[in-house]
């Protein structure tokens, strides 16, 4: 099992308290602000294109497909995260359901060979300037390159033209990361 280098930035040593509204989710900055979530600013992003396919499959299988992505999504998120913090041995991934470990069997390599120096993870991050807020999936170096990294966990391969909204994610992570460490830029984002 890889053992990750975990860097303590103390700027990075808070959490945020969130509440959640019929506008979302807002976070509450240490200043008191209440800036919303950077998901629910882009939840609205490709909303014309899901509600096209709900038209097209009905309410029921839309409700079924997007539970079981949800129910996905997380369980991805959670055992990455245990992962790098050491928390998933060798006897864990064994007692995985099937498709869990089929789908952390194909994550985990890229894991192992690109991601080292962990800044954050499953952090609460903010901007003044942007008045946004969220939570980052990982900041770590990707091939030796401070990158923002995010989770992603589709049934099939999307194209870039449909994931746009990914990549301002990260981008607005990216940002937020830098107003509050004052560190350098980050040079890439993985999703």
Known sequence: MKQFNRIFLPELDFDLNSETGQDGRKYITPEGNKWPSVTTILKNYNIKAIMEWRERVGNEEANRVAGHASRRGT??????????LGELNQF??????????????QMRPMLDQYVDNVYCLEQALYSN?????????LIAEWDGELAVI???????????ENIRNYFMQ???????????????KIGRAHV
Do not use: W
């Open 92 to 105: 864990k991934i064994m007692k995985m359901m099937p498709l869990d470990k089929m789908m952390f069997g």
């Open 75 to 84: 369980k991805m998120h959670t055992l990455c995260e245990q992962y790098i």
């Open 150 to 160: 995010d989770f992603k966990s589709a049934g099939k391969e999307k194209r870039e």
């Open 129 to 137: 300037r942007l008045r946004l807020a969220g939570r980052v999936d």
């Open 170 to 184: 990260c981008s607005a992570y990216a940002e937020m990361f830098g107003e509050i460490t004052n560190r350098p």
